[in-house]
């Protein structure tokens, strides 16, 4: 390389400036973890619905509950 090839804006040879870097992703490297990330995700949404089911049945004792204690004050109240 010669003092006239030389760029000192960029300290480059300005043959070497003209190469592009880039990344790239290996989405079949990716595969398992997405996979993995799926299989977390419904285990977390049968644990959620489970929860839900426990809470409306939790909710339908209460109610009955509260059913058969009205009733019992309007029995006493007769």
């Not at 592009?20 to 079949?28: G, H």
């Not at 049968?46 to 009955?64: F, H, K, L, R, W």
């Amino acid at each position: 390389m010669t003092v006239s090839d030389f760029d000192p804006l960029t300290n480059q040879d300005p043959m070497e400036a003209n190469e592009i870097e880039f990344l790239s992703v290996n989405y079949t490297e990716l595969i398992p973890f997405l996979i993995a990330g799926s299989k977390e995700l419904n285990s977390i949404v049968d644990e959620t619905n489970a929860e839900i089911i426990n809470i409306q049945d939790e909710t339908d004792n209460v109610n009955s509950l509260l059913e058969t204690y009205s009733q019992l004050k309007e029995s006493e109240n007769e």
